[in-house]
């Protein structure tokens, strides 16, 4: 191996350290209308009058939308309105856009409209949305278009059931000793991406619609349009700048509806709408919601025979991704463990929250908490050592998920060797609690996680190779530039199939669905996997193209040729070949002839075998492997005041194979640090109203620089045989057992079992009074 | 973005600053003294401080004032914290104002700015409180020296027109014997659920608290109470805890429960510091 594993330095390194980097709100033309969010300052109201009199009255005002019938929206039920239509169900939601001249102008008659709200009851929580006798967030539940595998149950707040079935309960009971059960809870919360979402929309006379966004989905920003609003597919063109951070919160599409209402409204005039951090935090989707009730048996030997899960997922007042979050929860409900008797409820409830979205992790950072936190209650009360019953109940080739997908060596990792790399790592047995005097003790927790990728069964990649006339090549994929360096990885792949220098090869960072093929979403770590493939694919057939053409001008078989150095050569005779820039664009004989012509290499790949669940039992295969890591952190804990600090974590992720070594460590440390802060620290704080009360960066807090833990990260490689060089997705790993690490840790070091999130000390406090 | 558009003034006197003053208000121009202006532009934008003209004292030689002059610290308000830091010459102060908002931001906040900010923890005046410190005001009646105990009462009660210019410390004070401890809901970054600063001088510990209340404060009652060396710590602590003044903070930061048992800990912390007591 050249160029994999090695740590080449991201291509966009120099643009983005010298603030030279281009993200959708840099993009400006003169002509450019600002769209400005009149939002809802509550939780579920009647929309009783909009006054835009005074409104229009601001010079520089174009249009005013509001209360207008726009066809309704959402991915699989189309429950959303895109400006809010008679009532508003969460705050923050968009009830007026004014298009002006200027940004100022816009704002300025944004707050002259006057909006009289009759308050209606609030449905505060996922639990009291399950209740019988709720206030309904949606009372025409029924009726909404949808997808066939969603079914809202009218008359209630569910939104979508999943169900799994699998094994026999009552023997999965009867074979157990030990039973334990707990219920968890946790608000939704924020993303917190550097950049705030941004769209622009603008309609051409001959009826293209060029939109621009910081989208993680550009691809499925064209279809929703079309599917939306009857437009032409063909005519909807989406360009992706680099975007500063996804995770998860830029896969829906939200602004992009809002930017093209409002450029249609104006005869087509581009037009701007940009989030402000505050927009960004409650209009936008947030990180969905979990309340959660678990139940596991285990038998003598500490081996689990039985669990029983409900999840009732905070989807928020309106359903959207919810829906899929809720799906991927139920897939991999267990955890990563080996258990034949698995029953899961897992709900998408509608509240008046913010509505949910995708989040790092995708449902497994939220169940992971859940899960380990009740295989620590369960190693407790079967006075078992925590790592060593995570060990025996690992999952491995030959079990079953809950979906009842066989595992084998490929498409699972390697649970058991990420556990002993973390005992040796963490000194495990050096003893988990050390105390240091009668105020202060140090205490480690542990977690393991595992997660597939429920995506769409036919969800597509491809990729383009065009050629320099000096040779080098350029490297096109509909895959966004999120920040994870994935691009340029996607170089390395190619360098290392061609056996090429990766400076030679030109990634083209923008997207432009138009003229680059299409890369599903930049979700779920799927991007090195399904574009690498598809890369690998063009690959082949680039060296078949220059293979054709070498094997005339050297008059020698194809068979005979080798590709390596940015060369077509004699594999017996090195010496007598040609370079990428004598054929790439056809070659010329001295007499003037030329043959070939130019080289485009093109490569594809779809999903394979991936099938829907079965609505009842749950059957089905929902993702094409298991990628695994195991977790360890280390507290100090103040007896006395109940504070405590992250002295250091841990995580060991089967990486299948690392590509880029900095980019991997990056990509752990970075989750690790963002599963610190979900864990410790991020939530939305709501009142009665269903109001978000911490709606800025003030007082809604992402981790800082210096607050960080020492990390430690290790890898194991147990290769995925069907993906680029064995590489198995690690974008999310280490987020997700960082809640669960760290609330095990701090449960064992105050006394107390801590079932909600964050951990702050407030909580330890709360929890210690009540059990008093 | 802010949404409106405004004058802006940079006096170089202080007569000038307060003619300029009257001068827009009477045009009705709602003006601003400026310096730092952190607030203005984030809680402008999002509506929560407005102005048509900003008068900004940062020329003002008077404000810049950073000096040791005979047995007087003398510390100008448009100082950024980030200043008084690095001149280290009131080390109660030096502390207390370190641990506010973050590292970039100080650069930015001054100390007159803080201590008249609109978002009231205002943890920079904790020391001045303690220290019996006398600042210096000045508006349309000329300059008026006055106790900050006097006037600062949850805010410094400034009338229309006028503006702090300088605070005097004295030396006994600057160099008495100090405790100063902020606690967040967690770790390093946010407001305070409680910031104490505390100073012993003449045997007596003088305790000033900031988020407890919607405003910072030193009481005579809670000092009398943790003075009262009859009784055992405990007792002076719960003294203290029982005169605490209303209204107490039950927000996002933390419930009003909470941030008692964080003050009360507190307390015993300030006591096992200064009074010579290991509790």
Request: some cysteine; glycine content about 6%.
């Given at each position: 191996m050249e160029v994999i594993g090695k740590s080449v330095i991201r291509k966009e390194a120099l643009d983005k350290v010298t603030g030279r980097a281009k993200y959708t709100n840099d993009f400006h033309s003169v002509s450019m209308l600002t769209g400005h969010k009149v939002i809802s300052p509550f939780g579920h109201a009647k929309i009783v009058d909009i006054d835009t009199e005074g409104a229009w009255k601001v010079p520089g005002v174009r249009a005013i939308l509001s209360g207008n019938h726009y066809p309704l929206t959402g991915e699989a039920i189309r429950d959303r309105p895109v400006i809010a239509v008679d009532k508003v169900r969460y705050h923050g939601e968009v009830v007026a856009l004014v298009i002006a001249d200027s940004p100022e102008q816009a704002k300025k008659a944004g707050d002259l409209i006057k909006v009289q709200y009759e308050l209606l009851p609030v449905v505060n929580s996922p639990t009291q949305a399950f209740q019988k006798d709720a206030p309904l967030v949606h009372e025409q539940s029924g009726e909404y278009k949808k997808e066939e595998d969603s079914d809202p149950v009218p008359g209630t707040n569910i939104a979508n059931h999943i169900k799994i079935r699998k094994g026999n309960l009552d023997q999965g009971w009867s074979e157990s000793e030990t039973m334990v059960e707990a219920s968890f809870s946790f608000a939704p919360s924020d993303h917190a991406a550097m950049e705030t979402r941004c769209a622009t929309a603008e309609i051409l006379p001959d009826g293209n619609i060029i939109i621009m966004t910081s989208s993680q989905a550009p691809y499925m920003v064209k279809r929703l349009i079309s599917d939306f609003f009857g437009e032409d597919i063909g005519k909807i063109i989406v360009h992706t700048p680099f975007v500063g951070g996804g995770y998860g919160g830029k896969a829906p599409v939200q602004l992009e509806l809002l930017a093209y209402v409002a450029s249609k409204e104006v005869g087509g005039k581009p037009v701007k709408i940009f989030n402000t951090r505050e927009e960004d935090i409650i209009t936008s989707p947030c990180h969905i919601g979990l309340d959660a009730t678990v139940k596991l048996g285990a038998d003598r030997t500490g081996k689990i025979r039985a669990a029983e899960i409900q999840f009732l997922w905070d989807g928020g007042a309106y359903?959207?991704?919810?829906?899929?979050?809720?799906?991927?929860?139920?897939?991999?409900?267990?955890?990563?463990?080996?258990?034949?008797?698995?029953?899961?409820?897992?709900?998408?409830?509608?509240?008046?929250?913010?509505?949910?979205?995708?989040?790092?992790?995708?449902?497994?950072?939220?169940?992971?908490?859940?899960?380990?936190?009740t295989i620590d209650l369960l190693a407790q009360k079967l006075n078992m050592d925590p790592l060593e019953i995570r060990y025996i109940n690992a999952i491995k080739p030959g079990d079953t998920t809950p979906t009842r997908v066989r595992l084998n060596e490929s498409n699972v990792g390697n649970l058991q060797k990420c556990i002993e790399k973390v005992r040796?790592?963490?000194?495990?047995?050096?003893?988990?609690?050390?105390?240091?005097?009668?105020?202060?003790?140090?205490?480690?927790?542990?977690?393991?996680?595992?997660?597939?990728?429920?995506?769409?069964?036919?969800?597509?990649?491809?990729?383009?190779?065009?050629?320099?006339?000096?040779?080098?090549?350029?490297l096109m994929s509909g895959l966004v530039e999120i920040g994870t360096g994935t691009k340029t990885v996607l170089a390395q792949i190619l360098a290392e199939r061609l056996k090429m220098n990766v400076d030679n090869i030109h990634v083209r960072m923008e997207v432009d669905t138009q003229t680059m093929p299409e890369h599903f979403k930049t979700v779920a770590s799927r991007g090195t996997f399904m574009a690498g493939?598809?890369?690998?694919?063009?690959?082949?057939?680039?060296?078949?193209?220059?293979?054709?053409?070498?094997?005339?001008?050297?008059?020698?078989?194809?068979e005979d040729l080798e590709v390596a150095e940015s060369r077509v050569f004699l594999r017996d005779d090195p010496t007598i070949g040609l370079h990428f820039k004598e054929i790439g664009y056809g070659y010329k004989y001295p007499n003037g002839n030329a043959i070939g012509g130019q080289i485009i290499g093109r490569g594809n790949y779809i999903l394979r075998h991936l099938t829907p669940l079965d609505p009842e039992t749950g059957e089905g295969k929902p993702g094409p492997e298991w990628s695994v890591a195991a977790y360890a952190v280390e507290i100090e804990f103040d007896r006395r005041n109940l504070t405590y600090r992250v002295i250091k974590a841990c995580s060991v992720v089967d990486a299948g194979k690392v590509l880029n070594e900095k980019a991997a460590l990056g990509q752990v440390m970075g989750a690790m640090s963002m599963g610190i802060a979900f864990a410790c620290r991020e939530t939305f704080y709501f009142d009665e109203l269903g109001r978000v009360l911490n709606p800025q960066l003030r007082t809604y807090r992402p981790l800082r620089y210096g607050e960080n833990p020492e990390y430690l990260v290790g890898f194991v490689e147990s290769p995925q045989l069907d993906a680029p060089y064995g590489a198995r997705g690690i974008g999310e790993l280490g987020l997700m057992g960082m809640p669960g690490a760290i609330g095990n840790a701090l449960s064992i070091a105050a006394d107390v079992s801590l079932q909600n999130l964050p951990l702050i000390p407030e909580l330890i406090w709360k929890t210690k009074e009540a059990s008093k | 973005?802010?949404?409106?558009?405004?004058?802006?003034?940079?006096?170089?006197?202080?007569?000038?600053?307060?003619?300029?003053?009257?001068?827009?208000?009477?045009?009705?121009?709602?003006?601003?003294?400026?310096?730092?202006?952190?607030?203005?532009?984030?809680?402008?934008?999002?509506?929560?401080?407005?102005?048509?003209?900003?008068?900004?004292?940062?020329?003002?030689?008077?404000?810049?004032?950073?000096?040791?002059?005979?047995?007087?610290?003398?510390?100008?308000?448009?100082?950024?914290?980030?200043?008084?830091?690095?001149?280290?010459?009131?080390?109660?102060?030096?502390?207390?104002?370190?641990?506010?908002?973050?590292?970039?931001?100080?650069?930015?906040?001054?100390?007159?700015?803080?201590?008249?900010?609109?978002?009231?923890?205002?943890?920079?005046?904790?020391?001045?409180?303690?220290?019996?410190?006398?600042?210096?005001?000045?508006?349309?009646?000329?300059?008026?020296?006055?106790?900050?105990?006097?006037?600062?009462?949850?805010?410094?009660?400034?009338?229309?027109?006028?503006?702090?210019?300088?605070?005097?410390?004295?030396?006994?004070?600057?160099?008495?014997?100090?405790?100063?401890?902020?606690?967040?809901?967690?770790?390093?970054?946010?407001?305070?659920?409680?910031?104490?600063?505390?100073?012993?001088?003449?045997?007596?510990?003088?305790?000033?608290?900031?988020?407890?209340?919607?405003?910072?404060?030193?009481?005579?009652?809670?000092?009398?109470?943790?003075?009262?060396?009859?009784?055992?710590?405990?007792?002076?602590?719960?003294?203290?805890?029982?005169?605490?003044?209303?209204?107490?903070?039950?927000?996002?930061?933390?419930?009003?429960?909470?941030?008692?048992?964080v003050l009360k800990n507190l307390l015993f912390d300030v006591l096992g510091a200064l009074d010579d007591v290991r509790v």
């Open positions: 359903s959207d991704k919810a829906i899929d979050v809720t799906r991927s929860g139920a897939v991999d409900c267990t955890g990563p463990y080996k258990i034949e008797n698995v029953w899961c409820d897992s709900y998408c409830m509608y509240t008046n929250h913010p509505y949910a979205s995708p989040y790092r992790g995708f449902s497994h950072s939220e169940l992971t908490f859940v899960i380990e936190r040796e790592l963490f000194h495990w047995d050096k003893g988990a609690v050390q105390k240091i005097d009668e105020r202060f003790v140090r205490v480690k927790g542990v977690s393991c996680s595992w997660k597939t990728s429920t995506i769409d069964t036919n969800a597509p990649s491809g990729a383009i190779l065009t050629f320099n006339p000096d040779g080098s090549i350029n493939r598809a890369v690998l694919k063009a690959a082949e057939d680039v060296i078949k193209q220059l293979k054709d053409v070498a094997s005339c001008v050297l008059r020698a078989p194809k | 973005m802010l949404p409106f558009d405004f004058e802006y003034y940079k006096p170089e006197t202080l007569k000038e600053a307060v003619d300029l003053y009257q001068y827009l208000d009477q045009q009705g121009k709602r003006p601003m003294f400026f310096s730092g202006g952190t607030e203005l532009i984030t809680l402008g934008r999002i509506d929560l401080a407005y102005t048509d003209a900003v008068i900004d004292i940062k020329d003002i030689a008077e404000c810049k004032v950073l000096q040791v002059s005979g047995d007087h610290v003398l510390l100008g308000s448009t100082l950024t914290l980030t200043q008084i830091e690095k001149a280290n010459l009131f080390p109660l102060l030096t502390k207390t104002a370190s641990q506010v908002a973050d590292h970039t931001a100080r650069g930015k906040i001054t100390l007159g700015g803080n201590i008249c900010a609109q978002i009231f923890y205002r943890e920079a005046v904790l020391p001045f409180l303690l220290a019996d410190s006398q600042v210096l005001i000045v508006g349309s009646e000329g300059k008026q020296v006055i106790p900050i105990n006097e006037i600062f009462l949850g805010q410094l009660r400034l009338r229309k027109g006028e503006f702090l210019v300088q605070i005097a410390t004295e030396s006994r004070f600057v160099r008495a014997p100090f405790i100063s401890i902020k606690r967040r809901q967690q770790w390093d970054m946010g407001y305070p659920l409680i910031t104490i600063a505390a100073l012993k001088t003449h045997d007596l510990v003088r305790v000033a608290i900031s988020g407890l209340c919607p405003f910072p404060f030193r009481s005579k009652e809670v000092e009398a109470a943790f003075n009262n060396k009859g009784l055992s710590i405990e007792e002076r602590v719960e003294g203290a805890l029982e005169v605490m003044p209303d209204p107490l903070l039950d927000d996002v930061e933390g419930s009003a429960e909470y941030r008692l048992f």
